[in-house]
């Protein structure tokens, strides 16, 4: 059985930590949580893991790293990926980024940092859900 995998990237450890502490404990025995410290490490990620037959389900990506900035990303992994739930966490985004990633990358939810795990759960949960409906009809 193909497994998933759900992808986090921020240029913060402490903030990287934490999501995936908080994803291994609800979704950790169904799929694989990955990390990384900037967009292109994702993509490389990304690119490994979907080539070894894992399927991509949701991104969380800040918005503001050094390098390739969170909307640039997600847009990215949109072209490659379309189907993947694309979630933006983010303390410092502007709103012109936001629209551009709703737009370009088909953005299922922002998420203000500090966030709540609730929420963040909930946000997943409903992407998935959607996701499972769409591939099985």
């Given at each position: 059985m193909e497994q998933g995998i759900l992808l986090c990237v921020d240029d913060e450890m402490m903030v990287l930590s934490a999501l995936r502490d908080q994803l291994r404990r609800v979704y950790g025995d169904r799929h694989l949580i990955e990390i990384a410290e900037s967009a292109e490490e994702e993509l490389e990620i990304l690119d490994e893991l979907s080539g070894d037959g894992y399927i991509p389900l949701v991104i969380i990506s800040d918005w503001r790293m050094p390098g390739m900035k969170g909307d640039e990303f997600l847009a990215e992994v949109h072209r490659r990926f379309p189907q993947?739930?694309?979630i933006m966490l983010?303390?410092?985004?502007?709103?012109?980024?936001?629209?551009?990633?709703?737009t370009q990358a088909n953005l299922h939810e922002f998420i203000v940092k500090p966030w709540s795990t609730e929420v963040l759960i909930a946000s997943i949960d409903v992407g998935l859900d959607a996701l499972w409906t769409r591939v099985r009809s």
């Open positions: 993947v739930i694309k983010s303390g410092q985004a502007d709103e012109e980024a936001v629209l551009r990633v709703r």
